[in-house]
């Protein structure tokens, strides 16, 4: 198991986040039926009954953004990649619904309790230094009025080190994405050196993301001024376990 950074590792945003190899890989796994379940998570356990004004950080191409905004919510979409931005616009105009999507980065937002629910999904939590990722938490809070909820959902690291595997290969009609990992166990950063290879050419996309357990969750949610409502293991609503994969978890401010 790695236990010290590589000092040359840089994370490459751009090419990590390449909307045409990133929906080629992962759209198998982003689903109709996925998000449907995702939305209806969300609408449950946020009480999104009533019209409410939503603020979805890295909304990405729009997949629950635009499924909200269609059940009559006031939705605002955030993403740094424009590609992702011109995806969720275009899946907007043909669901007839409007969201408000605009480019930005979310250690830079600076609404005052402007949203009552805040959204953070698909692991888009953890990509920044420890204080970067505190700073985005806060940011979070000061754009939510009282009361309001935030949800995010991450890999539990916990049982991801239980499980722990350096190299994943994923194959995809003769095309190639391979990831090997390697874990620094001081910071909690797991380091990713991936390579994709497709129709022959090959594309480096190294990146982190810290790693975090439901404590450290807890404590991070505490030190933005908001306090963890509920954590779930699933979209389904089962609760969090020693053998959860994923942690879903909905913190409230204070």
Partial sequence: MFQQPPPDFKFDFDAVFDVDDYMYFYSDMLTDEATERQVAFLVRELGLETPLKILDLACGFGRHANRLAALGHDVTGIDLTPGFLELARLDAQARG???NYLQGDM?????QGAFDHVLLMFTAFGYFEDEQNLLV???VARALKPGGLLIFDIKNRDIFLKDYCPDQVTEKEC???IDRHFFDSLSGRLYNRRIVIREGVR???PFFIRMYNASEINSL???AGMKIKNIYADWDSNPLTIDSRRLIAIAQKI
């Fill in 97 to 99: 619904v409007q969201v």
């Fill in 107 to 111: 250690r830079q937002i600076d609404y």
């Fill in 137 to 139: 938490l806060k940011n």
């Fill in 175 to 177: 095309n190639l994405m």
């Fill in 203 to 205: 594309r480096d996309k």
């Fill in 221 to 223: 949610v505490e030190q």
